[in-house]
């Protein structure tokens, strides 16, 4: 089949996500095949992106082959050479991403398989979820098997107590035997994630998430033997394969956590994940509770375990698709239907 259209849009969010994700957030890409299938896909960068899906990628797009994972491929290759000149990483490569996510979903409706067939026979079943979310009590009643807090240090000490206080309200909900993560998002420096692995001994946690800026791989690395153990975690701000390189020659994170719909799509989730296994290292998606990661996650050698995010007991969800999979006693599956077996929610369009 050949390609006939290709769209992006912005959809009508109902409330606004804050801080940057108020101006660039998800967006939504259509490709149309001249057998009629329709496919879409996830990708980042806001209206910003919108102009590379519907200008410049357009243009390369139309008319080409789709009829195997490797015409996916070789597409993606040629979109992100084309766009070297203003991509490589960033808004370019997270539209780049909403494109191979809709043609992975268009090739397996195509196909009449789930993308995660298109990519392996033997998959994953029952996908334990951790809830992202400062609410761990709620995580717990959900069966989940670990809780992630986000948290932000501000330079006071209330920052702190707040967080031995979750901690302790947390691992006192979950158990002993069930994961504890905090997610930094780039506000520490080495001196405090040193401190708090410290404070945060008698907790067993897991990992520290997104402590410093992806471009502090030095930094990670040596923050690596300086944390009695917990792991370093991070990448969803990390870009395309030879992004990951960097972070592999560099050994400056213990868990790489690439999100599917901003670092090249399923593509580039593939490429990624085979360079883990290289370097022995664990892949956790960031996100990968939704159906752009979850499949990933069920069709290779990431780690079994897809994030889940809550907010709070009573937040809701925005969300512009229908169809999507939603956690059963704390597991999660893939559907069977062709693609990723969503669609949007025409109240976003």
Not at 55 to 78: M, P, Q
Not at 153 to 159: A, K, L, V
Not at 176 to 205: C, G, H, K, N
Request: charged share 25%; hydrophobic share 40%; glycine share 10%.
């Amino acid at each position: 089949m050949k390609i006939k259209s290709v769209k992006a849009l912005y959809p009508n969010y109902r409330k606004s996500h804050g801080a940057w994700r108020s101006h660039l957030w998800q967006i939504i890409v259509q490709v149309e095949s001249d057998s009629g299938l329709i496919g879409y896909g996830y990708g980042g960068g806001g209206k910003a992106s919108l102009p590379i899906v519907n200008g410049h990628f357009h243009e390369l797009l139309e008319g080409a082959e789709v009829n195997s994972t490797d015409d996916v491929e070789a597409i993606w290759d040629r979109l992100y050479f084309e766009s070297i000149p203003y991509g490589r990483k960033g808004i370019a490569m997270m539209a780049l991403s909403g494109v191979d996510l809709a043609l992975w979903d268009l090739l397996g409706k195509a196909e009449n398989k789930p993308v995660a067939a298109l990519i392996s026979d033997e998959l994953k079943t029952d996908i334990p979820c951790y809830g992202t979310g400062s609410d761990s009590e709620y995580h717990a009643e959900l069966g989940f098997s670990g809780t992630k807090t986000p948290h932000r240090w501000t330079g006071e000490r209330s920052d702190i107590d707040q967080l031995l206080k979750w901690a302790e309200t947390a691992r006192q909900a979950m158990g002993p035997d069930r994961q504890l993560m905090v997610d930094a998002y780039m506000s520490w420096d080495r001196a405090f994630t040193e401190s708090m692995s410290r404070e945060l001994a008698d907790f067993d946690i897991y990992w520290f998430e997104d402590v410093l800026t992806p471009d502090d791989l030095e930094e990670q690395s040596a923050l690596r033997q300086a944390t009695g153990g917990i792991n370093i975690a991070g990448g969803e701000h990390e870009f395309g394969y030879r992004g990951y390189v960097d972070v592999a020659r560099s050994e400056a994170l213990d868990i790489w956590q690439p999100d599917i719909t901003w670092c090249g799509g399923i593509t580039a989730g593939i490429r990624i994940v085979d360079l883990a296994r290289e370097y022995n290292t664990p892949v956790v998606p960031h996100r990968g509770a939704e159906v752009w990661g979850l499949h990933l996650v069920a069709a290779t050698t990431c780690d079994n375990l897809a994030e889940w995010v809550t907010g709070g007991r009573n937040a809701g969800r925005q969300d512009p698709w229908l169809g999507m999979p939603e956690p059963v006693e704390g597991r999660i599956n893939i559907s069977d239907a062709p693609g990723f077996g969503v669609v949007p929610d025409d109240a976003y369009l």
